[in-house]
């Protein structure tokens, strides 16, 4: 796979990911990473570690709170072999219990190619950004 086939696989993640956020699709952002995905919170939350619990703690997310224009941009990434580094950024606007908040942040992304050559999430984390 070439750095452009690289890149355009990263940004059809992206591209879910983003869809995922703004459809509220637990489902759909689940699958976007390995049976064994992890997302790391940056505060004192326990990680979600596998695919059903990383579907099952963004479906109580998105029971709780709503995203709308929810983007990544400005990716960097570095492959080696079937593993690769992604770095992004991500603003949204979210809605809770009726009052909205914007959040910027940096996205961390370790991402694996599967066997059938297409790319999950095998760890994600992301740091709110002032």
């Given at each position: 796979?070439?750095?452009?086939?690289?890149?355009?696989?990263?940004?059809?993640?992206f591209?879910?990911?983003?869809?995922?956020?703004?459809k509220?699709?637990?489902?759909?952002l689940?699958?976007?990473?390995?049976?064994?995905?992890?997302?790391?919170?940056?505060?004192?939350?326990?990680?979600?570690?596998?695919?059903?619990?990383?579907?099952?703690?963004?479906?109580?997310?998105?029971?709780?709170?709503?995203?709308?224009?929810?983007?990544?941009?400005?990716?960097?990434?570095?492959?080696?072999?079937?593993?690769?580094?992604?770095?992004?950024?991500?603003?949204?606007?979210?809605?809770?219990?009726?009052?909205?908040?914007?959040?910027?942040?940096r996205?961390?992304?370790?991402?694996?190619?599967?066997?059938?050559?297409?790319?999950?999430?095998?760890?994600?984390?992301?740091f709110?950004l002032?």
């Amino acid at each position: 796979m070439t750095v452009t086939a690289e890149s355009e696989a990263f940004k059809q993640i992206f591209t879910k990911w983003e869809n995922a956020l703004n459809k509220g699709d637990a489902a759909a952002l689940a699958s976007l990473f390995t049976p064994d995905g992890t997302i790391t919170y940056p505060d004192a939350r326990p990680p979600s570690v596998g695919r059903e619990a990383v579907r099952t703690d963004t479906a109580a997310m998105f029971a709780r709170e709503t995203a709308r224009g929810a983007t990544i941009s400005q990716p960097v990434f570095e492959v080696h072999g079937d593993w690769a580094q992604v770095l992004a950024d991500f603003r949204a606007t979210w809605t809770s219990r009726g009052s909205s908040f914007q959040e910027h942040s940096r996205y961390f992304m370790v991402v694996r190619r599967q066997p059938d050559g297409s790319w999950l999430l095998a760890r994600f984390t992301f740091f709110p950004l002032p």
